[in-house]
């Protein structure tokens, strides 16, 4: 950070209360990939979190998109018809929170015990 600048604590610490929740990083990483149906976007959420050792349940992953929807990190967009179709995207506040979960993860690679 420059001498300066300002950082906006209200955005930062909203931006910080949704990734904190479980699900929250994977989300954001597979939909840097583009968008995602609900469907797709859970098989590469929950392949993700299998390295982990740890189910995702429908309950929680509703959840942390419907967080991530009201904090303006991703979008949601419903098509009608039948079957229907939600599909989900990273809006331009997510891509600045991945530079910085990119920057902390180099740092954190750096910085191993």
Known sequence: MMAG??????E???ALRVTRMDWAVPVLVALAKGPQTWTG???R???GGMKTGR???????NRTLDAMVKGGLITRQE???FPRTVTYRATSKAAGV???LRSYDDWSQN???
């Open 55 to 61: 189910a995702l349940y429908d309950k929680a992953y």
């Open 98 to 100: 991945l530079v910085a």
């Open 41 to 43: 976007l859970r098989a």
């Open 12 to 14: 930062a610490q909203e």
């Open 45 to 47: 959420v929950q392949q």
């Open 111 to 113: 910085h191993k015990a």
């Open 79 to 81: 098509t009608g018809g």
């Open 5 to 10: 600048d300002e950082i906006n604590w209200g």
